[in-house]
């Protein structure tokens, strides 16, 4: 259920920008929450950005506030990342990720996930 397929990734020198996108099977707008998550080698696995069901309410983490935008186009299905002034320290596989209901910023409380996109920043 709720197959989940990312692209956009890809290799950037510091300051620059990716779009990664999330294409998702169904209407996923108004039942399922939509995230993002960044694993880093040998670091856990964290969460980046997510957008709730319904009102479209987004969440970031700290460290990407005001360099990362999150979107949904619900008529394609598809989740956005817009990535801009992007650093070193977001290189990381980026996941797409997806719940029912209600978001969360726990990795074990999605039951969906993209099979991820490489982002590589160097300085």
């Known amino acids: 259920q709720v197959p989940l397929v990312e692209s956009g990734g890809g290799s950037v020198q510091a300051g620059g920008s990716l779009r990664l996108s999330c294409a998702a099977s169904g209407y996923i707008g108004l039942r399922y929450c939509m995230a993002w998550f960044r694993q880093a080698p040998g670091k856990e696995r964290e969460g980046v950005a997510r957008?709730?069901?319904?009102?479209?309410?987004?969440y970031y983490v700290g460290s990407v506030k005001g360099r990362f935008t999150l979107s949904r186009d619900n008529s394609k299905n598809t989740l956005y990342l817009q990535m801009n002034s992007l650093k070193p320290e977001d290189t990381a596989m980026y996941y797409c990720?997806?719940?029912?209901?209600?978001?969360?910023?726990?990795?074990?409380?999605?039951?969906?996930w993209g099979q991820g996109t490489q982002v590589t920043v160097s300085s």
């Open positions: 957008i709730w069901p319904g009102n479209g309410s987004t």
């Open positions: 990720a997806a719940r029912e209901d209600y978001c969360s910023g726990e990795v074990a409380a999605y039951n969906y």
